[in-house]
Each structure stands twice: as C-alpha cells, then as structure tokens.
C-alpha cells in the first residue's frame, strides 16, 4: 500500500490570505484525486488529475499533479470561512482497486 | 446526491459483543469500500470489494469481515468488538477504479 503523505496537517489562516497544501508519494499513480470533507459528512470529491504536469481550476482553487506523476498541491487563492474543511487526497495503488487516502489537511479560515 | 445509505447512523455496543454495519446502495456501482476515521489517522482502509462475492482486505482489516452478497449491499462485521474499534465509520462507492468515489453519511460506533 503506497503512502500519501499530506502537509500540513494543520492550517489556520485568516480570511483573504493564500495557502498551498501538499501531497506526496515516492509512488507513481495513474490518477490522484482530492476530496473536502466537512464536520459530520463525508469527503466529496474535488477534482481528479491524471496527466503529469496537469493544473486543473476550480474557482478559486488550483490543483497540480507532479511531472513524475508522485505529488499534487492544492493551492486557495484569497480564502474564505466557506473553505473550512479536511481536505484529503487520494489515489489508487498500480493494479490495485484499493482507494487510499492521506492523513489530511485541516484548514480553518478565520473571518 | 449518489444513492449510498448506511445504518445504523449511531451506535453504542458494549466490549466482546458483535456488531454488523450496513451499506447499501441504489447505484449498481461495482465497486464499495469500508474506511475508518480517526482523529491523527485519516481514512483508513479497513475492506473492500470489487464484485458480488469479491471482497479483500485493506490495512486495518483485523477483527473485521464483510460479505458482498448482492451488488447493492456491503455488510461490516465486528465479530467481537473492542473499545479500540470506537470510530466513525464510512462506507463509499464507485463506478469503475479511478472514478469519484461517493461516501455515505457515515456511522459513529462507540464500544464501552
């Protein structure tokens, strides 16, 4: 089972400010996905990346997948309180129909 | 909103008894998975199954089982439950492997 490390693991910022979140692997995936999960409910997906190098927008959030296709980065530009929230990547291991998750980063943004 | 249900939503059970919990679906997705949540671990893996009948173990899978008769159902059984099995529990579905997985509302169990 490959190992998806996220960072930070905790995040607090104030409203307007900018943070990047990681996720790294010494695995290769095919595709990794981010998911937010918020208090009493489960995640929902985000995005999915699939292609090295690929940047994919969502509003105010940016996501990238690595060129060696073992890291991504979720960056929020100008945060809001709405983007409170664990968020988590995930990714399939080769051959595998296991879906893994990191630990998570939860994020907190103050008004 | 994808069609998963778990049941029960809450539980309490006391240490040594079993404990069965249910996920069922209205997507004929072929995939369904059981993780654990914990505070400091994330989701844990606990079984999966990729097919009626075609179950295997994720990375916590000790003092857990779980049976796939039927597409729309994945079973989770504490055979004899520890309070270190106190957790929210989470059963997710998916169409084909790389494709969004949809999560059910989660099962908080409390074993005392």
């Known amino acids: 089972t490959q190992l998806l490390e996220q960072s930070p693991q905790f995040l607090s910022i104030q409203e307007g400010e900018n943070l990047t979140v990681y996720c790294n692997s010494s695995?290769?995936?095919?595709?990794l996905q981010w998911y937010r999960q918020e208090p009493g409910e489960g995640p929902v997906l985000l995005v999915t990346?699939?292609?090295?190098?690929e940047v994919k927008k969502l509003k105010r959030l940016t996501f990238q997948f690595g060129d060696a296709r073992k890291d991504s980065s979720l960056h929020i530009t100008a945060a809001q309180p709405g983007d409170t929230g664990l968020y988590l990547c995930?990714?399939?291991?080769?051959?595998?129909?296991?879906?893994?998750f990191g630990k998570g980063t939860k994020l907190s943004v103050i008004p | 909103d994808a069609g998963i249900t778990q049941s029960p939503r809450h539980k309490v059970t006391e240490t040594g008894t079993p404990v069965t919990l249910r996920c069922h679906q209205t997507?004929?997705?072929?995939?369904m998975y059981w993780y654990r949540q914990d505070p400091g671990h994330g989701l844990r893996l606990i079984h999966y199954?990729?097919?009626?009948?075609?179950?295997d173990k994720g990375e916590v899978s000790d003092g857990y089982s779980v049976s796939r008769s039927k597409t729309e159902d994945f079973l989770l059984t504490l055979e004899s439950a520890t309070s270190s099995q106190t957790s929210v529990y989470f059963c997710?579905?998916?169409?084909?492997?790389?494709?969004?997985?949809?999560f059910g509302q989660g099962t908080r169990l409390t074993v005392v």
């Open positions: 995930a990714a399939h291991g080769a051959g595998s129909y296991q879906l893994t």
């Open positions: 695995s290769v995936f095919s595709s």
């Open positions: 990346v699939v292609t090295g190098g």
């Open positions: 997507e004929n997705h072929r995939y």
């Open positions: 199954s990729y097919g009626v009948k075609d179950t």
């Open positions: 997710a579905i998916m169409p084909d492997r790389g494709a969004e997985a949809f």
